[in-house]
């Protein structure tokens, strides 16, 4: 074994996470999740667990069944000094290697000569239990150790099934603090009627999705607001279907700026011609379905555009993921919600608390602690001010919206309603702006008194 390359140090966090690696596989726990946001350096963490386990002369695998995942994931074990291997069809083998970058579908039809001691998955919430479990067994059941920043799988069931053992590290916000990455303002211009979307697997029919987004003045929204708040910006738009990513570049095309629309339809070269044009500055937008989800790296993405409503937290998430990562020609990360996402799973920092049973548990509450500003159309955690626009809100504003589940619609008029409707104290900062405001409105003194008193008390209470 040569290493040519001097490691750099792990960070105490990605020291501490292999730690409590090492601790739980020492207590018995065979198949272990590591719980880590984009940005908290889980390769780092990785190669170290790789690094110590050949030292003992335990081969390891990694197990994926993309390929953009697969060679993201030897672009990144060149980047840390691991020699590999590859068991994945048209990729060069050597079968010396004690690192094999793994193919679950190649796996799966060749004959397994030499066996792993561990296996690593990443993005191991898009692992398919059966298809990795058949594998799994022909490779003599091994150590397993999943690498997910959202341990829930995109049908939302949990990951139980190939797991026993969560371990967590950070959250979003931790890293956000720390600048290792990107901070957001959260703009949610417009709320989609899903009352007629059906269910289809766990998540909404994208067919029914396909009608509802696919309209003229949905992407009309989209496209305002990303001249509004994202002007050139580096921007990657989340749509349900094909002919709807179509149509969202063309219309951004036909607004002037520089489109294109990518699926599973597209050919390899086409998906990484259009990594590669928005990596160089060369398009504005990339609209997609549901394959940047995951395994792209693309740093200077400054906007991403929520076309897809989804009761998935995994897919909401991890598209946002994609534009957290810090780049130098970014300050922060725009995010355009027109799914009305947000209301669904809460602001992408939240704190969550993760289970292997796929249900995490919001603490005492059913809706997301969400606060939408009247006057930028910024979602955000509640707080007094607006942190995107500055607006002051009022007692009464400070209530809502409460979005909850079942009552989209109902709460979506409410929003509205808010939105078009400033509050009557709006603007008002003494005592006699509001007693002249009551003329004006032709209310009583009581008014003004009653909306001071509540704000005395609030300046109280959080004082
Ligand atoms: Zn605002």
């Not at 007692?395 to 409460?402: D, K, N, S, T, W």
């Amino acid at each position: 074994m040569q290493y040519a390359l001097a490691m750099p140090a792990l960070r105490p966090r990605q020291q501490k996470a292999v730690d409590d690696l090492r601790a739980a596989y020492r207590a018995g726990r065979d198949a272990v999740v590591l719980v880590a946001p984009t940005g908290m350096g889980k390769t780092a963490t990785a190669a170290e667990i790789i690094r110590s386990a050949i030292s003992r002369g335990n081969p390891v695998w990694f197990l994926a069944h993309l390929q953009e995942i697969l060679l993201d994931t030897s672009r990144r074990l060149t980047s840390e000094g691991i020699q590999h291997g590859f068991i994945m069809a048209g990729m060069p083998s050597d079968p010396t290697a004690m690192v094999q970058v793994v193919s679950v579908q190649t796996a799966a039809r060749r004959p397994i000569l030499s066996k792993p001691a561990l296996i690593i998955i990443d993005e191991c919430h898009l692992a398919v239990a059966k298809t990795y479990l058949r594998v799994i067994e022909a490779a003599g059941n091994p150590k397993l150790l999943g690498l997910t920043a959202t341990p829930e799988r995109l049908d939302r069931k949990g990951l139980n099934e190939l797991f026993d053992h969560l371990v967590p590290t950070c959250s979003t916000r931790d890293l956000i603090d720390e600048g290792l990455l990107s901070s957001l303002r959260y703009y949610a211009p417009s709320l989609p009627d899903l009352t007629n979307v059906r269910d289809r697997g766990g998540d909404y029919d994208e067919g029914d999705l396909a009608e509802v987004m696919d309209q003229p003045t949905i992407t009309g929204d989209a496209i305002a607001a990303y001249r509004k708040y994202a002007q050139g910006r580096p921007a990657v738009a989340f749509c349900t279907n094909i002919k709807h990513a179509t149509h969202t570049a063309e219309a951004f095309a036909a607004a002037g700026f520089r489109a294109v629309a990518i699926s599973g339809k597209s050919t390899a070269g086409e998906r990484k011609h259009a990594l590669e044009a928005l990596k160089a500055g060369q398009i504005d937008l990339v609209a997609n379905v549901g394959l940047w989800v995951a395994g792209v790296d693309c740093p200077n993405i400054g906007c991403v555009i929520l076309l897809r409503p989804t009761k998935s937290v995994t897919v909401y998430l991890q598209s946002i993921g994609r534009g957290l990562r810090i780049h130098q020609d970014k300050d922060d990360l725009v995010v355009l919600d027109h799914a009305g996402n947000v209301f669904e799973h809460g602001m992408p920092d939240e704190p969550r608390e993760w289970t292997l049973e796929g249900r995490r548990k919001r603490k005492g509450q059913a809706a997301p602690p969400v606060r939408q500003c009247p006057a930028c159309f910024a979602a955000h955690a509640p707080a007094p001010v607006c942190p995107c626009c500055g607006h002051t809100y009022f007692v009464a504003e400070r209530e809502g919206p409460r979005i909850v589940e079942g009552e989209l619609l109902e709460i979506t008029s409410e929003v509205a309603q808010k939105i078009r409707k400033p509050h009557p104290a709006a603007g008002c900062k003494t005592y006699e702006d509001l007693v002249q405001r009551a003329r004006e409105k032709g209310y009583s003194d009581g008014w003004a008194k009653h909306i001071w008193q509540a704000r005395q008390r609030k300046k109280l209470k959080t004082a």
